[in-house]
C-alpha cells in the first residue's frame, strides 16, 4: 500500500446542491475562464467554502453555475455570508442556484463571527469602589470585606 494520495479532482468537492439551506461563508479566490469540461470550455469561480452547520471546510471549489458565479465574481478575496438555494425557474428550464445573503440575519453573523473567532467580547460588568473600576465579581468579594461603592 502506497503512503501516498492520488490528488483530488474539482468534482471531489460539495455541489451547490450538497451545500443546499446550509449556513456558509464562502471566500472566492479566483475567477477561471475557458476551463475544459465534458459539456466543452466553460467559466467557473474558484472558493474556499466554510460550512458553519457541518463544521466542514473546502478548498478550491469550481462553481460554474452562472448565478452563483457572477454573485462573487466581483468579491474575490472578501468573505460572503450566505446560504446556498434554488431561485424561480424560467419555463422549460431547472431552478438555478444562487445565493440568498445571510449577513442581515443576526444569529447567522454570530455564527460566524463565533467560528471566526472575531466575535466581539462582553464587557463584563464592573463597579467602581473607592475610584477603581473593578469586575462586579471582585466588587462583590470587596464587599463582603466592607468595602463600599463610590
Known sequence: MSDFAAPL???AGP???DLAGQLL??????????IDTVNGKADAISCDIVNLDTNETHSDVLFFNIAIRNALKN????KVLCRIQQGVAKPGKTAPWI???????AAAVAKANA????APAAKPATTVINGTEVPADVAALL????AKPV
Open 15 to 17: 455541489k451547490a446542491a
Open 25 to 34: 461563508i464562502i471566500t472566492p479566490n479566483d475567477y477561471r475562464k475557458d
Open 115 to 118: 467560528y471566526n473567532g472575531s
Open 143 to 146: 464587599a463582603q470585606l466592607g
Open 9 to 11: 479532482t474539482a468534482s
Open 75 to 78: 468579491l474575490i478575496g472578501r
Open 99 to 105: 445565493l440568498a445573503d445571510a449577513s442581515t440575519d
